[in-house]
């Protein structure tokens, strides 16, 4: 059995969970505030963050890329063509490049700004750093956002998936940070169609549903969020 | 032939060397200064960060976690009992988990702070944000490096090298991460024996030798950076 100690907002719980999804996997979900850094919570990994995933004997697989890896090796094999990996080098040297471009590089410029200024701020106590969000962050996620909305729109022209000819990784990853920069209204869809439309066949997928029925306390998603022809 | 665009004193760039090193895998190196974002780099690479590293008809490999499975993949196999990352799932999940704990927890807690105010700033112009520097940083850094030298004395205490019985990336991350710390005099080696014992064995490995006999410039190394009897 999977036990995964997620965030419902956290866009590297939300890849993993879409990973899990893709491969059918049951798994317990337990819901977890980082930042309140709760000492039940850091006795069962150091780390202290989210995603953390547990299975069997192994130890606590800490973080996205971790964790991804370790999927691929202990559950890739018997997934046959749903594997979210490429069997060949430079294809999985391609997965795992824009796989890290979402979750670190979309994740710094863009997601990480976006969710911590308009979700967890709300969630955390004045002592904690709550409060309003810090408008110009915001601003300077939204002027980032758009380029890499145009890498999305270049890749998918050239390719079935942004990675290659089969969804990976890649795809879960920029799903993920979207779908929570989404939830906020904060996707500028009408930048790019070829990003929209991307978009659009991986919000249909099943392993998708959980996350669009999810609901931020006191915050409305945007009308579009939950929406498959938006 | 492998090219690894670097610069000497990223701690995830003398990751990469000290596993090349391992390996005794030829690399041409090119020191680049990611930050002056040179349009010739960024074309190269449009991460633009280092490490990245070139081999044969792959895409370009950014990042020191892309890299590692890179060479696990690509190279492991032949190295036989030099291989840096454990056969057993349980043995990569952990290898993984402390290479994830040095290269990104270490890095934000501790040798980040470290190398860019005191290395980096003084390589900037004044309009790239160099100068003197934030101390309320550098102090910040050195309290939270006590906490990781004794992790790394309780891990040291139970086995022989951090992951387990053998050698893993886990060990040349945390040697890579504290060489830089060390260059500045800043490593706080009479907190823990074990660790100074530990980093000692590290040190006095031939892929650790180029890193010593590095300098930057303007920039004295502590007296016993280069000394393997410290």
């Known amino acids: 059995m999977i036990a995964l100690i997620h965030h419902s907002f956290c866009p590297h719980s939300r890849f993993v969970r879409l990973a899990l999804g893709e491969y059918r996997l049951a798994f317990e979900p337990i819901e977890e505030r980082p930042w309140e850094r709760r000492p039940e919570f850091l006795a069962l990994t150091p780390e202290g963050i989210t995603p953390t995933l547990f299975e069997g004997d192994n130890p606590p697989i800490p973080g996205h890329a971790g964790i991804a890896e370790y999927l691929d090796e202990a559950h890739g094999p018997e997934m046959y063509e749903r594997r979210l990996m490429p069997l060949d080098l430079a294809g999985r040297v391609e997965a795992r490049r824009l796989t890290r471009w979402f ?128």
């Open 103 to 230: 979750n670190v590089k979309f994740y710094e410029e863009v997601s990480h700004w976006l969710v911590a200024e308009k979700i967890f701020k709300r969630q955390l106590t004045g002592a904690q750093g709550g409060g309003a969000p810090n408008m110009n962050a915001v601003r300077a996620a939204r002027a980032n956002m758009r380029y890499h909305l145009q890498y999305v729109g270049r890749l998918i022209a050239a390719r079935n998936w942004l990675a290659g000819d089969t969804l990976t990784y890649a795809d879960l990853a920029a799903a993920a940070h979207l779908s929570c920069v989404d939830y906020l209204g904060e996707a500028a869809w009408s930048e790019n169609e070829k990003a929209r439309d991307w978009y659009a066949r991986m919000k249909s997928r099943p392993s998708f549903r959980p996350l669009l029925a999810e609901r931020v306390a006191g915050l409305e998603p945007s009308p579009t969020y939950a929406d498959l022809d938006f």
